[in-house]
């Protein structure tokens, strides 16, 4: 077993940065174009006098969940259903344009096929989950906010994943044993694949990009909910066929990322097992049949991406989730655009900012954050026709 101390000294390994900049701006000419509705007016003097109030808005990220879908998992999925309505309204009202997308841990081998347990193949290998009425991700424009919450929730909830879990415990309850071919030959078919590989579905997701899920100009976040880790942690015993690949990795993930989008900001953050007490509480939720294990690997890529990494074994997701959230919009603006360089007369109500005046830029000391409103008014020449 590896003991805890396992999981804190991965904090040696660096922070990245996340959530980057999303300028403001305006047409940099010297007419009145596009700045229509009193904004802008021609005074005596020949010169522009323009005025305009800016309210940070959260700028788009694309957020994909990374459902752990093995079994044991019904519980911690509950869970998380029953609090993401509130993380979604978090981001409506902070005017977020948001996609959500949700894939599984199951990567498809010659020893897990696509079969009917994984619907053919369509829970597997990144692929994004349908959700009620068609859709591959929730929009602000998915319906109304009801709507949204329910087809979201209802596909974080698996089907297969309770169905596993009634197998294992109407097995153990029937007398029969769970180390015999039988058992084996069952379990697959009625189970998913217990080799999770969390990191690996994410890189397919960002590899092949189905139904265009990921934005190039939107910010990434990753959230997975996992009570083991990548490959259910055989990799750390030499188990043979269980060895890491790049894509199972958290640098290979990071590495990913920057090939594919270099300049993308993003983050991953994990529900995981991090503590022995919260191990025991694991392995106790089928009878100790399947067991769980420490997340390392994805405790490493929070680390190393500046995101949450949160307990599995929380009693309430909910202040778990609001950490992410303000992970996500944190720190969106820091210039906004003007009409013109060098303006004149130039003043700046923005709640004690720092800034200074570049070209046609106000370029803040420091990202304002989501809600912040900027009030200015300066004069530019008038265009000579």
């Keep these: 077993m590896i003991v805890n101390y396992v999981i804190l000294a991965i904090l040696a390994f660096g922070v990245g940065s996340y959530i980057g900049c999303a300028e403001v701006k305006f047409s940099a000419n010297s007419s009145c174009d596009g700045l229509s509705g009193g904004k802008c007016v021609v005074g005596p ?87 009620d009425g068609g859709f591959k991700f929730v929009t602000p424009q998915t319906g109304d906010s009801a709507f949204r919450n329910k087809i979201f929730n209802a596909a974080i909830r698996r089907n297969e994943t309770l169905e596993c879990e009634k197998f294992i415990l109407s097995w153990v309850d029937a007398g029969n044993s769970t ?63 269980y060895d890491l690949e790049e894509f199972d990795t958290a640098q290979g993930f990071v590495n990913s990322v920057k090939s594919v989008y270099p300049d993308k900001k993003f983050a991953v953050h994990a529900f995981l097992t991090k503590t022995e007490v919260c191990l025991s509480t694991q392995n106790a939720q089928t009878r100790g049949v399947v067991g769980a294990s420490y997340g390392i690997e994805y405790y490493k890529v929070t680390q190393l991406t500046g995101g949450v990494a949160g307990s599995i074994c929380s009693n309430n997701f909910t202040s778990q989730l609001s950490e992410i959230f303000n992970n996500i919009t944190a720190n969106i603006v820091d210039k906004i ?49």
Aim: hydrophobic residues 35%; aromatic residues 8%.
């Design 45 to 131: 003097d020949g010169m522009l006098s323009i005025s305009d109030v800016v309210i940070v808005s959260g700028g788009k990220v694309d957020i994909l969940i990374v459902d752990d879908n093995s079994a044991s998992m019904s519980f911690e999925q509950n869970a998380l259903a029953d609090r993401f309505s509130n993380f979604v309204n978090l981001l409506e009202s902070k005017s977020i344009d948001y996609r959500l997308g949700i894939t599984t841990t199951d990567i498809s081998s010659a020893t897990n096929p696509p079969r009917s347990v994984n619907q053919n193949g369509a829970l597997q290998d990144g692929k994004l989950i349908g959700l």
């Design 179 to 241: 180390t015999t071919a039988e058992y084996s030959t069952a379990y697959a078919e009625h189970c998913p694949s217990q080799d999770e590989r969390g990191l690996y579905a994410a890189n397919l997701v960002l590899k092949n990009n189905v139904d265009s899920f990921i934005r190039p100009e939107a910010d990434l976040a990753i959230i997975v909910l996992s009570d083991e880790d990548v490959r259910s942690q055989l990799y750390w015993y030499k188990t043979p066929g």
């Design 337 to 385: 655009g003007l009409h013109c360089a060098n303006p004149i007369d130039l003043i700046v109500d923005s709640g004690g900012n720092n800034y200074t005046v570049v070209g046609n830029q106000i370029q803040f000391a420091q990202k304002l954050p989501v809600g912040a409103s900027v009030r200015f008014s300066y004069k530019c020449p008038a265009k000579v026709n």
